[in-house]
């Protein structure tokens, strides 16, 4: 599809024959604004460059999901930009971060020859100075020639200018006008990152950190980092997306009506951070990207096509928005990492806008085997980054292969606890297979440490499911469905039981929320209440089961915390 034609069929758009989109009314609160921006983000960010760029850096789908990784490849030649919108005028003086404010005829305060636009020319003549002096020197005698007629800080004018500032380093600025409307008020920002005061106050509120602990603060900055950025839709990476996230974090905490949003020349994602309804603990996580349609499900791609969804049908590209959900940090939960999940994904038409959610991208479980499939055979083409610093490009190698599989497992493990045991033993199957391979037994001795890695991240796996039944268990969950407390405890001592014997071998974490989740069903008031304190005589058969049972429980925790006892003293 030819990229001008983007979008031209959305009733509150007018699109010109150059491509440029303009909205047909002004645009009075966040929500119109941020629609607005993404159309125009998707189409002259993403969809412009994918028609000019030959071999496009297309993102996988899975690469959305969360936890997210850093790409240790640039583009320079593909746009990157950030900004920030506030959904009321400026007070310029007052505002917490720096940039250069562009002047418009509606601007909040009037100028000194009064009310009227009679300083339209000098006006524009200082909005252009202002761009002149931060873009690079080839493109300024094309901007002068493209802004001559045109009132920049307009918003019918922001398609035009997105190409000139996506090419600049620093944030640009949209508001609110006097009269309510969103223009271009500034550009070149600094968006501040107090990163340093952010992590600390964090760390220590999840109890990560102690106030003077350096070994424990060494010990667990890099997670806590990790998880503070993941809340924002960000790996650590870039100073641009750090700023993002961080800025957005305090525009939240101060009760701020904003949207920010920015694009990596790394990443080739759209991420958008806006606020939400008041009272919500966090903004709410948005990203865009093109990926390719990887499923073998015939009806999917006959769907997508029938429907004229695919930007591309040769290459089966599509335009995906995914939508997240932020969760509190939670010590006690088995996926202890898990700062966003996936909420939503839509798939967005290319030329009326409208989404698919019934096609799942991101998710696709059986697409994932097969990869992991394609990587122990060799047969996977791409990249990954192993320990987050090394690029790995194939897997023609058993040592790429077993780069491939940490980085797999890493970026799938909290996904592969919780999902269902029928796609868990398809892993099994596969990894099993060829870690267990005995003919392979010499290559792996040779690659000895990398080897041992990838059985601790599948170990650490593998012993979390376990917990992750208890975790389930303690609300009276057991495979989707409400169980009773008669079922609730023969599974659960059942599988302590099981499990006492191993727990020697266990990560040290990991006992500690068996012992967590065993104790919170130990301490359930209806419990003791009904069934513990209760005479034998006022109960009946299954109540005396219950009671019996619940010793046992008592019983086996006691076991773990003496097993956890000798491990700490070793």
Same mark, same amino acid.
């Given at each position: 599809?030819?990229?001008?034609?983007?979008?031209?069929?959305?009733?509150?758009?007018?699109?010109?024959?150059?491509?440029?989109?303009?909205?047909?009314?002004?645009?009075?609160?966040?929500?119109?604004?941020?629609?607005?921006?993404?159309?125009?983000?998707?189409?002259?960010?993403?969809?412009?460059?994918? &028609?000019?760029?030959?071999?496009?850096?297309?993102?996988?789908?899975?690469?959305?999901?969360?936890?997210?990784?850093?790409?240790?490849?640039?583009?320079?030649?593909?746009?990157?930009? &950030?900004?920030?919108?506030?959904?009321?005028?400026?007070?310029?003086?007052?505002?917490?971060?720096?940039?250069?404010?562009?002047?418009?005829?509606?601007?909040?305060?009037?100028?000194?020859?009064?009310?009227?636009?009679?300083?339209?020319?000098?006006? +524009?003549?200082?909005?252009?100075?202002?761009?002149?002096?931060?873009?690079?020197?080839?493109?300024?005698?094309?901007?002068?020639?493209?802004?001559?007629?045109?009132?920049?800080?307009?918003?019918?004018?922001?398609?035009?200018?997105?190409?000139?500032?996506?090419?600049?380093?620093?944030?640009?600025?949209?508001?609110?006008?006097?009269?309510?409307?969103?223009?271009?008020?500034?550009?070149?920002?600094? @968006?501040?990152?107090?990163?340093?005061?952010?992590?600390?106050?964090?760390?220590?509120?999840?109890?990560?950190?102690?106030?003077?602990?350096?070994?424990?603060?060494?010990?667990?900055?890099?997670?806590?980092?990790?998880? @503070?950025?993941?809340?924002?839709?960000?790996?650590?990476?870039?100073?641009?997306?750090?700023?993002?996230?961080?800025?957005?974090?305090?525009?939240?905490?101060?009760?701020?009506?904003?949207?920010?949003?920015?694009?990596?020349?790394?990443?080739?994602?759209?991420?958008?951070?806006?606020?939400?309804?008041?009272?919500?603990?966090?903004?709410?996580?948005?990203?865009?990207?093109?990926?390719?349609?990887?499923?073998?499900?015939?009806?999917?791609?006959?769907?997508?096509?029938?429907?004229?969804?695919?930007?591309?049908?040769?290459?089966?590209?599509?335009?995906?928005?995914?939508?997240?959900?932020?969760?509190?940090?939670?010590?006690?939960?088995?996926?202890?990492?898990?700062?966003?999940?996936?909420?939503?994904?839509?798939?967005?038409?290319?030329?009326?806008?409208?989404?698919?959610?019934?096609?799942?991208?991101?998710?696709?479980?059986?697409?994932?085997?097969?990869?992991?499939?394609?990587?122990?055979?060799?047969?996977?083409?791409?990249?990954?980054?192993?320990?987050?610093?090394?690029?790995?490009?194939?897997?023609? &190698?058993?040592?790429?292969?077993?780069?491939?599989?940490?980085?797999?497992?890493?970026?799938?493990?909290?996904?592969?606890?919780?999902?269902?045991?029928?796609?868990?033993?398809?892993?099994?199957?596969?990894?099993?297979?060829?870690?267990?391979?005995?003919?392979?037994?010499?290559?792996?001795?040779? @690659?000895?440490?990398?080897?041992?890695?990838?059985?601790?991240?599948?170990?650490?796996?593998?012993?979390?499911?376990?917990?992750? +039944?208890?975790?389930?268990?303690?609300?009276?969950?057991?495979?989707?469905?409400?169980? &009773?407390?008669?079922?609730?405890?023969?599974?659960?001592?059942?599988?302590?039981?099981?499990?006492?014997?191993?727990?020697?071998?266990?990560?040290?974490? @990991?006992?500690?929320?068996?012992?967590?989740?065993?104790?919170?069903?130990?301490?359930?008031?209806?419990?003791?209440?009904?069934?513990?304190?209760?005479?034998?005589?006022?109960?009946?058969?299954?109540?005396?089961?219950?009671?019996?049972?619940?010793?046992?429980?008592?019983?086996?925790?006691?076991?773990?915390?003496?097993?956890?006892?000798?491990?700490?003293?070793?």
């Amino acid at each position: 599809m030819n990229w001008q034609k983007a979008f031209s069929r959305i009733s509150t758009l007018n699109a010109l024959k150059n491509g440029q989109l303009l909205p047909r009314c002004p645009l009075r609160s966040l929500e119109e604004l941020r629609f607005f921006l993404d159309l125009v983000h998707i189409k002259f960010c993403l969809v412009k460059p994918f &028609s000019e760029v030959r071999n496009y850096p297309l993102v996988d789908a899975r690469d959305l999901l969360p936890s997210f990784e850093p790409n240790l490849t640039e583009y320079p030649d593909l746009p990157g930009f &950030s900004m920030v919108a506030f959904e009321r005028p400026l007070d310029y003086f007052n505002e917490v971060f720096q940039f250069d404010l562009l002047h418009t005829c509606r601007d909040p305060e009037p100028r000194e020859t009064g009310e009227a636009c009679v300083l339209e020319n000098p006006l +524009q003549s200082k909005n252009q100075d202002a761009f002149l002096a931060h873009l690079p020197r080839e493109l300024r005698e094309q901007f002068k020639a493209d802004t001559e007629d045109r009132q920049i800080p307009d918003i019918a004018s922001y398609a035009l200018l997105t190409g000139y500032l996506s090419r600049m380093d620093r944030a640009h600025v949209l508001s609110q006008d006097r009269d309510g409307q969103f223009y271009l008020s500034g550009i070149y920002a600094s @968006l501040p990152s107090d990163l340093d005061t952010e992590l600390k106050r964090f760390g220590l509120k999840a109890r990560k950190f102690r106030p003077g602990d350096n070994r424990l603060y060494e010990r667990n900055r890099e997670f806590v980092y990790q998880f @503070l950025m993941e809340l924002y839709g960000y790996p650590i990476s870039s100073e641009r997306k750090t700023s993002a996230a961080i800025f957005a974090r305090r525009l939240h905490k101060m009760g701020e009506r904003f949207l920010i949003k920015a694009l990596g020349q790394s990443d080739r994602t759209l991420t958008s951070i806006f606020s939400t309804e008041p009272g919500q603990p966090y903004p709410q996580v948005e990203k865009a990207a093109l990926v390719p349609v990887e499923t073998r499900a015939s009806e999917t791609l006959d769907f997508l096509e029938s429907e004229g969804y695919f930007l591309d049908r040769k290459k089966k590209v599509v335009i995906l928005r995914v939508i997240y959900s932020q969760h509190k940090f939670d010590p006690n939960n088995v996926r202890q990492d898990r700062a966003l999940s996936v909420l939503r994904q839509e798939i967005v038409h290319p030329l009326t806008g409208r989404v698919c959610t019934s096609v799942n991208l991101v998710k696709d479980t059986y697409t994932m085997s097969l990869k992991l499939n394609d990587i122990v055979r060799g047969e996977f083409l791409g990249q990954a980054v192993y320990k987050k610093n090394e690029l790995v490009e194939n897997t023609d &190698s058993h040592e790429k292969r077993l780069k491939f599989l940490h980085s797999w497992l890493g970026k799938h493990q909290r996904r592969m606890i919780a999902y269902s045991d029928e796609f868990y033993a398809e892993i099994v199957r596969v990894l099993d297979g060829y870690l267990g391979d005995p003919e392979l037994t010499d290559e792996f001795n040779e @690659l000895r440490d990398i080897y041992q890695e990838v059985w601790s991240s599948y170990g650490f796996i593998k012993q979390a499911r376990k917990i992750k +039944q208890l975790e389930d268990l303690r609300n009276r969950i057991h495979k989707g469905r409400k169980i &009773s407390y008669l079922e609730m405890l023969t599974l659960s001592t059942g599988l302590l039981t099981e499990l006492k014997f191993e727990f020697a071998n266990f990560f040290e974490a @990991l006992i500690s929320q068996a012992i967590h989740f065993s104790e919170a069903m130990l301490n359930d008031r209806y419990l003791i209440r009904t069934y513990v304190k209760a005479k034998d005589d006022q109960l009946t058969d299954n109540g005396l089961k219950i009671k019996k049972l619940y010793r046992r429980l008592v019983s086996l925790v006691d076991e773990l915390k003496a097993i956890r006892k000798t491990r700490a003293d070793a």
